[in-house]
Nanobody, 128 residues
Framework: QVQLVESGGGLVEPGGSLRLSCAAS????????SAWFRQAPGKEREGVSC????????YYADSVKGRFTISRDNDKNTVYLQMNSLEPEDTAVYYC?????????????????????WGQGTQVTVSS
C-alpha cells in the first residue's frame, strides 16, 4: 500500500525551472525503481525519466536529456525531477510512479505498464 503524492508543479515562463517532488508513504522505496511520466492533452502518456534505487542508474527521454535531472533522497523517501530550460512543449501533467520488478538504464525506455503505483499528477505549464 504505497501512496505517492506529487508537488512542485505550476506555471513558469520558457527558460525557467521547476523542481517536482514525489513523496512516498506506506512503504519504503527500497528495491523499487522510480519514474516520472507526463501526458499532454491528446497525447499518450510518455516516460520522462527513471531512477533505479539499487544502483542509481537512470534513463532520460531524448527530449529532456541535458535539461532534466532525476534524484532521490533516501531518508525522505522522495524522488525529485529538476527541470531546467523549460519549453512550451514540456507542458503536461506529470506523474510519478514506482515499479518493483525492473531497473532503469540509458538504453531502456520506460512504459506505463511496467509500473505498479502512481501519483495523482501535477500540472506543469510553460507559457510563452
Amino acid at each position: 500500500q504505497v501512496q505517492l503524492v506529487e508537488s512542485g508543479g505550476g506555471l513558469v515562463e520558457p527558460g525557467g525551472s521547476l523542481r517536482l517532488s514525489c513523496a512516498a508513504s506506506g512503504s519504503t522505496m527500497d528495491g523499487y525503481a522510480s519514474a516520472w511520466f507526463r501526458q499532454a492533452p491528446g497525447k499518450e502518456r510518455e516516460g520522462v525519466s527513471c531512477f533505479s534505487h539499487s544502483d542509481g542508474d537512470t534513463y532520460y527521454a531524448d527530449s529532456v536529456k541535458g535539461r532534466f535531472t532525476i534524484s532521490r533522497d533516501n531518508d525522505k523517501n522522495t524522488v525529485y525531477l529538476q527541470m531546467n530550460s523549460l519549453e512550451p512543449e514540456d507542458t503536461a501533467v506529470y506523474y510519478c510512479a514506482l515499479a518493483t520488478m525492473l531497473w532503469c538504464d540509458d538504453n531502456s525506455p520506460i512504459a506505463p505498464s511496467d509500473f505498479d503505483s502512481w501519483g495523482q499528477g501535477t500540472q506543469v505549464t510553460v507559457s510563452s
